[in-house]
């Protein structure tokens, strides 16, 4: 009976080191989930502030947008105002041709052939290479 206790004393060590073997393994696991864990915290948080700085630069492009637009704008109408002046000059100038003309044609002396009238003109004609001058 004694060799049967000895042998039931080494079946419950035994047993007993395979369990604290066990709970080794699972601890360890465990830690490893802990790590995980955190590692994931730390990586959230980081793309929390990635996202955070990308909703500010995003905010930034959009105040540098609408001031170019405003820009973009004022310069529209600046020409808009600009090409009407343009167009009443040119109508002046159109005018200013049409009195030239009418004036020349009341001159009644004869002009020499080695001088050239000029006459201003402010239409557009084109030049010799097919481009247009004005």
Same mark, same amino acid.
């Given at each position: ?7 039931? !004393?080494?079946l419950?060590?035994?047993?007993t080191l395979g369990?604290a073997g ?5 601890? $360890? $696991?465990l830690r490893k989930f802990?790590?995980i864990?955190?590692?994931e ?11 955070? !700085? ?7 492009? %959009?105040e540098?947008? !609408?001031?170019?637009?405003? $820009? ?13 002046r ?7 100038l159109?005018d200013i041709?049409a009195?030239?003309?009418? %004036? ?7 002009v020499?052939? !080695? ?9 557009s %004609?084109?030049?010799?290479?097919g481009?247009?001058? $004005?």
């Amino acid at each position: 009976m004694n060799i049967l206790s000895l042998l039931s !004393d080494i079946l419950l060590v035994v047993a007993t080191l395979g369990l604290a073997g066990y709970c080794w393994a699972l601890s $360890r $696991r465990l830690r490893k989930f802990d790590t995980i864990d955190s590692n994931e915290e730390r990586r959230i948080n980081d793309l929390s502030e990635q996202i955070d !700085d990308l909703t500010a630069s995003l905010a930034a492009a %959009r105040e540098e947008k !609408d001031d170019r637009a405003e $820009r973009l704008r004022a310069e529209i109408e600046a020409a808009d105002d600009r090409i009407g002046r343009l167009e009443v000059l040119l109508a002046g100038l159109e005018d200013i041709e049409a009195d030239v003309a009418d %004036r020349m044609d009341r001159i009644e002396e004869p002009v020499p052939h !080695d001088e050239a009238i000029v006459m201003p003109t402010f239409r557009s %004609r084109p030049a010799p290479e097919g481009k247009f001058i $004005r």
